[in-house]
């Protein structure tokens, strides 16, 4: 927002000082304290080890950031605002030695009048910040009746943080995958903005699409100090509208409408091209930019015939919903860059994702992360940020989650990315967690829908035409039930795979309309593994790996699974490796039923995509960025157009045709039992048409048709015989069977700006994968090989320009016969 002539970056050099006098060090704005405190070599990398009991008093800690800046003569005696975007979180702001604010809310940008209170040349401003956790408990104490916090506080021991009390981001406090490390520091902007009478606050567009042309209702909401008249232009692909407005001091809302005819739509990814448009809004010697993509998106929420449907509409399409959810891309603020964060999208996008979910325990992320999903055609969930615990609803906390909400939805709501706003994240869930909530239902249901109609309410009032969704998972609006084990409405998560240790094959005994929580987890990669222990550390029930578990019994859950599906690993690497392979396996068990019942379920979000630091969890990609088999074996149950197999009671299995295209197509299905040695039978050869709205049987191999030691394999292809995917299916776990001890071989061929890999067996080796000491992306892996096929995979290298001399030597593949 704004130019270089009417704003000023007062970011950069500060400093840092703890109440005691003890610690005075620089720090750069945007910034945290952690960051700071490991520059100037205070405190250890808290991800090391066992590190995080040893910085815990950072966050127990009053700190004061404080710094000069300077301010041109003619700026200086202008109308000035001091936009701060973020400041974590409880903190007194003092400018040029007065209290210009008290802040208390992380999730709010403060625009604060700073005119005839900044001087020519030398300002000085400073930021005192209470400890957040001392803050959270004097509020929980004394509040007239208990809101207990979320049990994820207290993993390996910690003592827990009434994080319900204030708005922080929640897993800041850690949470079932999080370090607790509770930063403080300022984000985003510190900008000193200059006008002539007004300022631009928010720009709210709104789209009525008719007949293939879209009318833009655009309401710009701006700040004035006094009364007077300003000059408002708005345009867009060419249409142009410029109106003087009368303005009187305080805010005020503008309303223009523009019409544009024929626009290139905006389509999510796989389903067409992401075309944005420039709208650009000038208001006297202020300008906006915001990138425009025209879409229709509504949410099918109707009685059907099983109860009701949960579905996205595009442009007038039903399309199936496929991805993961989101948590911050890292547990220390100044980590997250765009940098991370697109790769990260990106990686959402290859492995055929077209829906993220924020989650609510986390953060609004920031303007270039939406930015991001608008250009890669990336849809939003989007959580409110309220997580798995009750929270208070006296006056003033009412009033700042309403600023809060108000401000994020106008920030946001122009995003073509943007499709649903959820209230929180299993909130009317957790009444049924707590003693105290369990007690006196009624008490804390009411409590819960006072600030849900909040939220709802804010929501109609400032995007309207988009859905609110009360919570997740939900079954509709005012129903306080149980989303996790209803599945003929709303959304839902199951987690008894995971959190009940049933068996994989559980997640066919429930069928979904919208799956938006489900996971298993992996320890992380041994590489990564090795940057945060010792040789000694490298067992799965050391002091080490069980502080990089931050959900109870989590290790020993992964190896007891481990012993239902697998032969027992021979070593701890081949334990990392298994405990990946079977995660993957989880939810491929999980995706590919539910995808399978298609209309029934039309959306499935894995947990989760990422990690905020190195831990054992529930991600398809590592801390880092690189993917684990899960994200590898993600881009193939995510395949728009796939085929499944489905067991049934009787023994038979079902193979099912799910096409999401746009438009219906014929695939060419041949289906294999194949032995250990490698002999082939087919079982099915034929050609079948697959339409869009619902998925199809193509064939049925009768019970028995299978011999002891076989497992089927099958592939498919378009009518022009390009092979457009292949799967397998084990109708027993792996450790029934006997592996052959295959060779595979590999030729690299470093070709431009990458590296292919071609794979060759002798007997059936299962899921080949290959892992480079380079950073970067393999096209495929933890794939099935069959002799007599070979099999090629690119290598893409995280940075360009490198040098992949050495990548043949620093090529390591595992595979499941290795495992033991």
């Not at 039992?673 to 193509?698: I, P, Y």
């Amino acid at each position: 927002m704004g130019n270089a002539a009417t704003e000023l970056d007062i970011g950069g050099a500060y400093r840092l000082r703890d109440a005691e006098g003890r610690i005075d060090v620089p720090i750069t704005l945007p910034g945290d304290v952690h960051t700071a405190l490991i520059e100037a070599g205070k405190i250890p990398d808290p991800y090391f080890g066992t590190n995080e009991q040893e910085v815990m008093w950072v966050n127990k800690t009053r700190w004061t950031i404080d710094g000069t800046f300077q301010v041109p003569l003619d700026m200086a005696m202008s109308v000035l605002t001091l936009t701060l975007t973020e400041v974590d979180c409880i903190a007194t702001i003092y400018l040029n030695g007065e209290k210009l604010a008290a802040v208390d809310n992380q999730f709010i940008r403060h625009d604060l009048d700073v005119t005839g209170k900044i001087r020519p040349g030398e300002n000085h401003l400073r930021f005192d910040f209470a400890i957040a956790r001392d803050v959270a408990a004097a509020r929980a104490k004394a509040h007239p009746f208990p809101l207990p916090f979320t049990k994820n506080y207290q993993t390996n021991g910690l003592e827990g943080v009434h994080m319900n009390f204030i708005r922080k981001v929640a897993c800041h406090a850690g949470w079932d995958w999080g370090i607790c490390l509770m930063p403080t520091g300022v984000y985003g902007g510190l900008r000193l903005r200059k006008s002539k009478l007004a300022r631009i606050d928010s720009v709210q567009v709104d789209q009525r699409h008719a007949n293939g042309n879209v009318t833009l209702s655009l309401k710009t909401r701006i700040h004035a100090v006094a009364q007077g008249e300003v000059n408002l232009i708005h345009s867009i692909a060419g249409q142009v509208i410029e109106k003087t407005h009368q303005v009187s001091p305080g805010e005020n809302e503008l309303e223009s409408e523009l019409e544009v005819q024929n626009p290139e739509l905006w389509w999510p990814a796989g389903q067409g091209a992401q075309r944005l448009y420039d709208l650009m809004t000038r208001l006297d010697n202020e300008t906006l930019t915001q990138k425009i993509g025209f879409r229709q998106l509504d949410w099918v929420i109707e009685k059907d015939e099983i109860d009701h449907t949960f579905k996205c509409r595009v442009n007038g399409r039903d399309i199936t919903m496929m991805g993961a959810n989101w948590i911050p891309a890292d547990a220390i603020p100044s980590r997250i860059t765009p940098e991370v964060v697109r790769d990260l999208l990106e990686s959402a996008v290859a492995a055929n994702m077209n829906m993220i979910r924020v989650w609510g325990g986390g953060q609004y992320e920031p303007d270039y992360f939406y930015e991001i999903c608008d250009e890669l055609g990336i849809l939003v969930w989007q959580d409110f940020m309220f997580s798995c615990m009750p929270y208070p609803t006296d006056r003033s906390f009412i009033e700042s989650v309403t600023t809060e909400i108000t401000q994020q939805v106008r920030r946001l709501q122009h995003h073509a990315s943007i499709a649903l706003w959820c209230g929180d994240n299993e909130v009317i869930g957790s009444l049924t967690w707590y003693p105290e909530t369990i007690a006196n239902r009624d008490r804390y249901v009411a409590n819960y829908t006072r600030l849900s109609k909040v939220l709802a309410d804010t929501v109609e009032q400032e995007d309207p035409g988009r859905r609110f969704w009360p919570s997740s998972p939900s079954l509709g609006y005012m129903d306080f039930s149980d989303g996790w084990h209803v599945d003929s409405r709303g959304d839902m998560h199951y987690w008894d795979v995971w959190h009940s240790a049933k068996p994989f094959e559980a997640y066919r005994t429930v069928s979904p309309r919208f799956a938006s929580e489900f996971g298993f987890q992996s320890f992380t990669s041994m590489n990564v593994i090795e940057n945060f222990t010792e040789p000694g550390d490298r067992n799965p029930s050391s002091p080490v790996m069980e502080q990089h578990q931050r959900n109870d019994g989590g290790n020993a859950r992964i190896l007891e699974t481990m012993c239902r599906y697998f032969r027992f690993p021979k070593d701890f690497e081949h334990m990392v490796f298994l405990s990946q392979i079977q995660q993957g396996l989880a939810i491929k068990t999980a995706i590919e039923f539910w995808r399978s019942t298609k209309p029934r379920c039309m959306g499935t979000l894995f947990w989760q995509i990422n990690d905020t630091w190195p831990v054992h969890s529930w991600s398809s990609i590592d801390y880092g960025g690189q993917w684990k088999p899960l994200q590898s074996m993600a881009a193939r149950f995510f395949r728009q157009v796939n085929v499944v197999a489905v067991p049934r009671p009787d023994g038979s299995i079902v193979l099912r045709g799910i096409n999401d295209r746009a438009e219906g197509l014929a695939v060419g299905l041949t289906v294999w039992s194949v032995s250990m040695t490698g002999n082939k039978r087919q079982l099915h050869g034929g050609r079948h048409e697959v339409g869009t709205d619902s998925a199809l049987t193509l064939a049925t191999i009768p019970a028995g048709e299978l011999k002891p030691g076989e497992f089927l394999y099958f592939a498919w292809t378009d009518d022009s015989g390009t092979r457009l995917g292949e799967n397998d299916f084990f109708p027993r776990a792996y450790k029934y069977y006997d592996l052959p001890p295959s060779t595979v071989q590999t030729d690299v061929d470093i070709t431009d700006g990458g590296a292919a890999i071609s794979l060759q067996t002798n007997t059936p080796a299962f899921f080949v994968t290959l892992s480079s000491s380079i950073p970067g992306r393999f096209s495929d892996n933890s794939i099935t090989l069959l002799p007599g096929e070979k099999r090629s995979i690119r290598f893409l290298p995280k940075r360009d320009g490198e040098d992949l001399t050495d990548f043949a030597g620093g090529l390591h593949l595992l595979h499941l016969a290795q495992t033991y």
